[in-house]
């Protein structure tokens, strides 16, 4: 059974900084591509970043520069630091993996940008 925990959401001032974390279990998790998505109140969910199984990673034009995806196989985790916090980036964070065309998600980590 597959399983996502995220974890390290938190209140935060602008400009500030949080790391999240994804724990993965029920899967050879260095096989699988790994998402974390965000949804704000009153939008849709939306791609914040992804990782491939071989390390190559894409982002949100909202985050670029600011946002860093990363995974440690050995922990079947995976990782979003996120720096220079903006308002704009309130949201509950959740991660995502695909398995035989499935879409598996966490239960979602409330992260509040505000001073």
């Known amino acids: 059974q597959v399983q996502l925990v995220e974890s390290g959401g938190g209140l935060v001032q602008p400009g500030g900084s949080l790391r999240l974390s994804c724990a993965a279990s029920?899967?050879?998790?260095?096989?699988?591509?790994m998402g974390w998505y965000r949804q704000a109140p009153g939008k849709q969910r939306e791609l914040v970043a992804r990782i491939t199984s071989g390390g190559s990673t894409n982002y949100a034009d909202s985050v670029k520069g600011r946002f860093t995806i990363s995974r440690d196989n050995a922990k079947n985790t995976v990782y979003l630091q996120m720096n220079s916090l903006k308002p704009e980036d309130t949201a509950v964070y959740y991660c995502?993996?695909?398995?035989?065309?499935?879409?598996?998600w966490g239960q979602g980590t409330q992260v509040t940008v505000s001073s």
């Open positions: 029920g899967i050879i998790f260095r096989l699988y591509d």
């Open positions: 995502n993996v695909n398995v035989d065309f499935k879409g598996y």
